[in-house]
Structure formats: structure tokens, C-alpha cells
């Protein structure tokens, strides 16, 4: 987390050993955490343990919340490295952090992100390499 309160998270596509390399190289997280399980995992894994995804009805609108929000919370807490993702994943990722009350900000540039770029706070598409699919769904082109 830094000064300012941002936890910066990497989801990505990549594998588990190419995400870790890039997030170590990046910042994200240290080479003494590099492995530590609770700091990395893949998409599949993350939204298996979570349940998924239900709907309910709150004041008339339907909203989607993630079916296990303990489990959900306790992955939150550690999680910085997330491989292997589907757009399910990056999703599921994105709604259970806003329920939790963040404010939650997405960059991508495929149209497996469109999802997650349209459910966050804020979406920031790639303008130059992003797909089609990606640009519609991101609030700011970058």
C-alpha cells in the first residue's frame, strides 16, 4: 500500500511464474514474497474458494456480490498477484473489492478486460493497443 492508501494488484493473463517476475521487477511485490501463497494465485483457484458470483435484490436493483465475501475478504487482505485470469476473475475481483468499499480503478486492453473496465470506478483503456471492445467499456483512454 502506499503513502496515499493505493494497493496496486496485478491481474493478469500471464502465467503464475511470468506475473510474479514482472510484479517483483514492477514493485508490486518484494523477492522475499515472491512465493508466499497468500500474496499470489491463479485466477481459477481465486474465484473457486470465493464461490463466485451471486445476484440479489437490494431496493429493487439486482447487484452482484461475491457468494463467500469471508473468504473473499481474507484473500483481499494479502492477495497482490493474481495469474491465469479470466474475465470472470478480473470481475469477480473488481465487484467484491467495490463491495467491500473501495474505489477501484482497472486498466486493460483486451476484450477479456471489457468487463472489469466497465464494473470498476474507473476504467482506463489502452487508445493505441486496446481492442474495440476495450475502448467502449473504459471511461478514459489512455
Known sequence: I??????????TGDNIDTAKAIAVKANIISEANRDNPDMSCEGKVFYEAC???IEKERNGKIKKYVKNAK???????????????RPE?????????????HVVAVTGDGT???PALKRADVGFGMGIAGTATCKEAADILI
Open 51 to 53: 464461490g463466485g458470483l
Open 89 to 101: 476473475d478480473k470481475y469477480m475481483m473488481v465487484t467484491g473489492l467495490r463491495n467491500m468499499g
Open 71 to 85: 473468504k473473499f475478504t481474507r484473500f483481499a487482505e494479502n492477495l497482490v498477484v493474481m495469474a491465469r485470469c
Open 112 to 114: 477479456n478486460d471489457a
Open 2 to 11: 502506499t503513502d496515499a492508501g493505493v494497493k496496486v494488484r496485478m491481474v
